[in-house]
């Protein structure tokens, strides 16, 4: 079976796998139970709202894996139990990955185009993060603004000062 056709799979965190089928039963029920229209994905603006919330991700995908979900007699709630950390983040990948291989060609090559550059922002935003946390001149106002903090109070931060006796 071609690359472009195969359905992305995904493990949860009580260690199930899940097969993404995005097609057009598959959007008319998110239409229907969610009100979020998968079609939108062309804009671009429907990507990142679901990259930036991942209850909605998380419903969507559930949405889409209805069917196997209640022949395993699994819920939503049982689903979203199971859904936190890196299982969100390959449960997303699978979700976008079929989502663009629904479209045809054309809109197919533009939704890669968008998804490597939202790619390449959140890899220089999470280095640009972590740059910065590791920097020592941050931990420095970091720990000054501690200390302003803790004087205002009256004491230190760990100290051992009495309480007044009334």
């Keep these: 079976m071609p690359e472009s056709i195969r359905m992305k799979t995904f493990n949860d965190n ?20 969610l009100g979020v229209d998968l079609m939108e994905a062309v804009e671009g603006k429907l ?6 919330d991942p209850v909605l991700l998380c419903d969507v995908i559930y949405c889409l894996c209805r069917d196997a979900a209640e022949a395993r007699g699994i819920t939503d ?20 990955e079929e989502l663009v291989d629904f479209f045809p060609h054309g809109k197919r090559q533009l939704l890669r ?13 999470l280095a640009t993060i972590e740059q910065r946390l590791d920097d020592p001149e941050f ?28």
């Design 14 to 33: 009580a260690n199930r796998t899940w097969t993404v089928a995005v097609n057009i039963e598959g959007i008319k029920r998110v239409r229907s139970l």
């Design 47 to 52: 990507i990142e709202r679901l990259i930036g």
């Design 77 to 96: 709630v049982d689903f979203g139990r199971a859904m936190a950390g890196d299982a969100i983040e390959l449960a997303t990948a699978a979700l976008l």
């Design 113 to 125: 185009k968008a998804l490597a550059k939202l790619d390449t922002l959140q890899r220089t935003l």
């Design 139 to 166: 931990e420095r106002q970091l720990q000054a603004q501690l200390q302003r903090l803790g004087d205002s109070s009256g004491a230190a931060p760990g100290s051992s000062a009495s309480p007044p006796v009334p």
